[in-house]
Nanobody, 115 residues
Framework: QVQLVESGGGLVQPGESLRLSCTASGADFSAGTVAWYRQAPEKERDFVALITRFRVTTYSDSVKGRFTIAGDNAKNTVYLQMNSLKPEDTAVYYC?????????WGQGTQVTVSS
């Protein structure tokens, strides 16, 4: 059974940084694609960033240059380093893992950016 566990969310002020982690059990992150999505209150879930098994990364325009996605195969963990955070980054952040036709989601971690 595949389980994804996100951590690292919290309350920060604008301009500060956070690092989110997504750790998998029952799955090998290095074999598939791992992505981060986020969902703000009363809004749809939006794509943030992804990393493929070839370590190719893609970012949404709204976070490009501020967020970095990276994987640690030894720990089976993918990180999302978020710098220069803005109030509009406030959302629940979800980890997503895709392998073939299968897709899995974590439970989400709250990120709140507020002064």
């Amino acid at each position: 059974q595949v389980q994804l566990v996100e951590s690292g969310g919290g309350l920060v002020q604008p301009g500060e940084s956070l690092r989110l982690s997504c750790t998998a059990s029952g799955a090998d992150f290095s074999a598939g694609t791992v992505a981060w999505y986020r969902q703000a209150p009363e809004k749809e879930r939006d794509f943030v960033a992804l990393i493929t098994r070839f370590r190719v990364t893609t970012y949404s325009d709204s976070v490009k240059g501020r967020f970095t996605i990276a994987g640690d195969n030894a720990k089976n963990t993918v990180y999302l380093q978020m710098n220069s955070l803005k109030p509009e980054d406030t959302a629940v952040y979800y980890c997503n893992y895709r392998y073939g036709a299968a897709a899995y989601w974590g439970q989400g971690t709250q990120v709140t950016v507020s002064s």
